[in-house]
Nanobody, 128 residues
Framework: QVQLVESGGGWVQAGGSLRLSCAAS????????MGWFRQAPGKEREFVTA????????YYADSVKGRFTISRDNAKNTVYLQMNSLKPEDTAVYYC?????????????????????WGQGTQVTVSS
């Protein structure tokens, strides 16, 4: 059974930084893609970024490009989301997600319904 456990959320002032972690267990993840999504109150859950575990290729939503960086540590089975230059509109619950046996178009990575496993979420609040 795949388990994803996020940590690292919190409160920060606009312009600040946070790093989220997602510890993954229960599988060998080399064929997976891992993603971060976020959901603000009253809004749909939206794609933030994703990484292909085996190649390290990364993909970003336009709203975070240049500010956020996704990475993974193979030895620790952990995915990170480094968030810099945070804005109040980044306030949301952030979820880590796993996409088993990813292949094909990278557009699939942007679709939350392609991900089979989700963490519990971690709150990020950015004040102005």
């Amino acid at each position: 059974q795949v388990q994803l456990v996020e940590s690292g959320g919190g409160w920060v002032q606009a312009g600040g930084s946070l790093r989220l972690s997602c510890a993954a267990s229960g599988r060998t993840f080399s064929s997976y893609a891992m993603g971060w999504f976020r959901q603000a109150p009253g809004k749909e859950r939206e794609f933030v970024t994703a990484i292909r575990w085996i190649t390290g290729s990364t993909y970003y939503a336009d709203s975070v490009k240049g500010r956020f960086t996704i990475s993974r540590d193979n030895a620790k089975n952990t995915v990170y989301l480094q968030m810099n230059s945070l804005k109040p509109e980044d306030t949301a619950v952030y979820y880590c997600a796993a996409f088993p046996n990813y292949s094909g178009s990278y557009y699939r990575l942007y679709d939350r319904y392609e991900y089979d496993y989700w963490g519990q979420g971690t709150q990020v609040t950015v004040s102005s």
